[in-house]
């Protein structure tokens, strides 16, 4: 009779978590609290995927360590043309612009032909360009993510949903970072002519979304990406999704997580494929009864600022 309690009330408490817990249509995400040092939720997140121009995030990074002259002039060469995807770009060759609005297309309009010439101008070249970033993935521990080309174009650059929630955490840490991802749209010179900007991230529009950083992506290979900094009632929270299919279920799998975390039960028209995992204060992990065999990891709390947060982020071999 004991055991038979014990099995219902254990069979209680996974059909609870399951009806807590969102459906969301992103194979891969993780939605992280920066103030308290948490992962509030996650799915899939140690999944190696590519990241599609996520990757800009790093680029800039290292474009800012160098400290080189934001008011230098790049041009667009031939060398910056996509032999990846082929994809087209709003830059023509010949284009020169500064430094700083070549980084500035690169973040809010992910320019591929920008990020490219930022990586060329680079003390050694591309190749030494894309050495750093991967040192630097190294250095923020970020053991999973590599990186082959600066513009995220090559399906080799690849990462997980936590190291992307590190490299977020990094990146917010570079004011003119969070500044051009961040802006809605801008007007560029180019050549004789004035051309018009809008930011590639939706998010960044959304009046009711307080947006401190913001990066899509999006190849073939890597599906719709995005990783996003915003304030929320209970504190600031990273989101990194990977892998969607369309830009509509990227966008329903943040209103379900803002719901989510809000505690708000509005429903989000979002068809019910997989159970993220949810996390509570304990140390230990499960595998709950749930569609797929989704995973369930309990999280460790961690300190409360930014600065330290990247090191409660568990890799899989750690914490």
């Not at 960044?204 to 073939?220: F, I, M, S």
């Not at 989101?239 to 969607?244: E, F, K």
């Not at 975390?261 to 989000?268: A, I, K, L, R």
């Not at 494929?273 to 995973?295: D, E, F, G, I, N």
Request: hydrophobic share 40%; charged share 20%.
């Amino acid at each position: 009779m004991k055991k038979l309690i014990c099995a219902l009330l254990l069979a209680a408490t996974s059909l609870c978590a399951r009806a807590d817990t969102p459906s969301l249509y992103s194979p891969s995400a993780i939605v992280y609290d920066v103030t308290r040092g948490e992962v509030l939720l996650e799915k899939n997140a140690d999944d190696l995927r590519p990241i599609a121009s996520l990757t800009k995030l790093m680029t800039a990074m290292v474009v800012l360590d160098k400290a080189q002259e934001m008011g230098d002039t790049l041009t667009i060469d031939e060398a910056d043309i996509d032999r990846i995807k082929h994809s087209g770009s709003r830059i023509p060759v010949g284009t020169s612009l500064e430094r700083e609005a070549m980084l500035r297309l690169a973040l809010m309009s992910s320019e591929n032909r920008a990020a490219s010439a930022l990586s060329r101008s680079f003390p050694g070249g591309q190749s030494a360009f894309i050495e750093q970033m991967n040192l630097k993935a190294r250095g923020l521990n970020m053991s999973d993510t590599h990186f082959e080309d600066p513009t995220g174009l090559s399906p080799n650059n690849v990462s997980t949903a936590r190291d992307v929630v590190k490299l977020a955490i990094e990146a917010s840490h570079y004011p003119m970072i969070s500044s051009f991802t961040t802006l809605t749209a801008y007007e560029q010179t180019v050549g004789s002519r004035t051309r018009f900007y809008r930011n590639t991230d939706p998010v960044v529009r959304w009046t009711d979304w307080d947006v401190q950083l913001a990066k899509t992506g999006y190849t073939r290979e890597a599906g719709r990406c995005i990783v996003v900094d915003v304030a929320m009632p209970r504190g600031p929270v990273i989101i990194a999704l990977l892998g969607a299919r369309s830009s509509r279920a990227r966008s329903a799998d943040l209103a379900t997580i803002r719901n989510w975390v809000n505690g708000d039960e509005t429903p989000v028209a979002v068809p019910r494929l997989y159970y993220a995992s949810t996390h509570s204060h304990h140390s230990h992990s499960v595998v709950a009864s749930q569609p797929h065999r989704v995973k369930v990891r309990f999280a460790s709390t961690g300190p409360s600022h930014r600065h330290a947060a990247r090191r409660v982020i568990a890799s899989r071999a750690g914490a």
